[in-house]
């Protein structure tokens, strides 16, 4: 079966400090990958996808940025941390081809504050 | 343009009554259409979804959904709440492009009353 990982759970982090979250998905092969943004009281929001690795689209202008250097990993990153990037980041997977569900499954999160 | 509305940020029920969460949607094309429940401070789990088969679609939990064209909603319901049932509810449509992507209502949470 497959599993989705999340690390850290949980952040806490200075403005103007780098940032590196990490998600990996155990147990499927060339997935589609999506990291979201939850901020406090809303939906989410779509931030970054991966069709496959080294292939990144952005959905939102921002000073994040994500990198997809294995097939099963997605990592999301900044340079420097802005008090507005505090959040919930969620990391989701699907398979998303011809004949398979599309059912997007999401890993546990990580909850970021940035102080 | 698609878009999803979910009609009420909060809901209160008492536990043992019926759960009503509304949500309308807006799309140029047959939609598909999910319910997803959060925890507090835990990832999103699939309730549900609907991808134009029978249009009334059973979930986990016992969760429902009843798709109707003609409305543009999907309203999640539940004969009885649990006390369990408190969490955040996000109905979600996906956007016919071809990387599937999501389109997430802001959010109902949902408390459940002893």
Redesign the interface.
């Known amino acids: 079966s497959q599993t989705i990982h999340q690390w850290p759970a949980t952040l806490v982090q200075p403005v103007g400090s780098p940032l590196s979250l990490e998600c990996t998905v155990e147990g499927t092969s060339n997935p589609n990958l999506y990291w979201y943004r939850q901020a406090a009281g809303r939906g989410l929001q779509l931030l970054f996808y991966s069709v496959g690795i080294g292939q990144i689209s952005s959905e939102v202008p921002q000073n994040l940025s994500a990198s997809r250097p294995q097939d099963r990993q997605f990592i999301l990153s900044s340079k420097k941390l802005l008090l507005s990037d505090s959040g919930f980041y969620l990391c989701a997977w699907n398979l998303g081809r011809a004949g398979y569900q599309e059912t997007q499954y999401f890993g546990p999160g990580t909850r970021l504050l940035v102080l | 343009a698609q878009s999803v509305t979910q009609l009420d940020s909060h809901v209160s029920v008492s536990e043992g009554t019926p759960v009503l969460l509304r949500c309308n949607y807006s799309s140029s094309y047959s939609p598909?259409l999910?319910w997803?429940v959060q925890h507090p401070?835990?990832?999103?789990?699939?309730l549900l979804?609907y991808?134009s088969a029978a249009t009334l679609v059973k979930g986990i939990n016992g969760f429902e959904a009843e798709f109707k064209k003609s409305e543009t909603s999907f309203h999640l319901t539940k004969p009885s709440a649990h006390m369990s049932d408190a969490a955040e509810y996000?109905c979600v449509v996906?956007f016919s492009g071809g990387?599937?992507?999501?389109i997430?209502?802001?959010?109902t949470r949902l408390a459940v009353h002893p």
């Open positions: 598909s999910f997803y401070n835990k990832g999103l789990q699939l979804k991808t996000f996906r990387y599937n992507k999501l997430f209502g802001a959010g």
